[in-house]
């Protein structure tokens, strides 16, 4: 009885996990996150600065990364705490506004990526979080979340898909062209 207890609140929690990293994917990796890397990529500006990153040496690199990795995810903690307390607008002004410098910590260790793998700390830390990921990424949780906000936005894109407008258009009794 208490096992199953067990089994079915960590399922719940899990199940809200991962549809707040879902969310969080699709939302604002994948829609604000990913253009502002793009565009910091295409920056002339930071072709150059490229060169300058990549002549450092891996130990003042690694100083440099992990001091934007850690002021995105101190941003990250001070917006949750925010959150909490129910300061939502602020909370949500400070995590917008670690995206760009998110995106540009992305961008910096992209490009410095072979000279910070070279810690042999660092490496296993990342091969144990693309492991983690892998973990979330093919559970039979994530797969269904996946599956059904798929089937959401299908819903969602049928519904406002031109044949629907038209219909209700004529229901409403506006001329159709």
């Not at 809200?16 to 002339?44: M, N, Q, S």
């Not at 040496?57 to 934007?68: D, I, T």
């Not at 091969?127 to 819903?155: C, D, F, G, R």
């Amino acid at each position: 009885m208490l096992k199953n207890l067990y089994r079915k609140a960590t399922n719940a929690l899990l199940t809200v996990l991962v549809f707040i990293y879902l969310v969080l994917e699709e939302i604002v990796w994948d829609r604000i996150a990913a253009p502002i890397y793009g565009f910091i990529r295409e920056l002339k500006i930071l072709h150059k600065l490229e060169a300058v990153i990549l002549k450092l040496n891996r130990y003042a690199l690694l100083v440099c990364f992990l001091v934007l990795f850690a002021a995105v995810e101190l941003l990250g903690i001070i917006a949750i705490g925010l959150f909490a307390q129910g300061q939502v607008l602020i909370a949500t002004v400070i995590y917008v506004g670690k995206i760009p410098i998110a995106a540009f910590t992305f961008w910096v260790f992209q490009i410095a990526k072979d000279k910070l793998l070279t810690f042999a700390w660092f490496k296993l830390c990342y091969e144990w979080l693309l492991a983690q990921l892998h973990k979330i990424k093919t559970s039979v949780i994530y797969v269904n979340i996946k599956a059904k906000i798929s089937s959401m936005k299908m819903w969602f894109k049928s519904l406002i898909s031109s044949e629907s407008i038209r219909r209700i258009k004529a229901v409403l009794g506006f001329k159709l062209s």
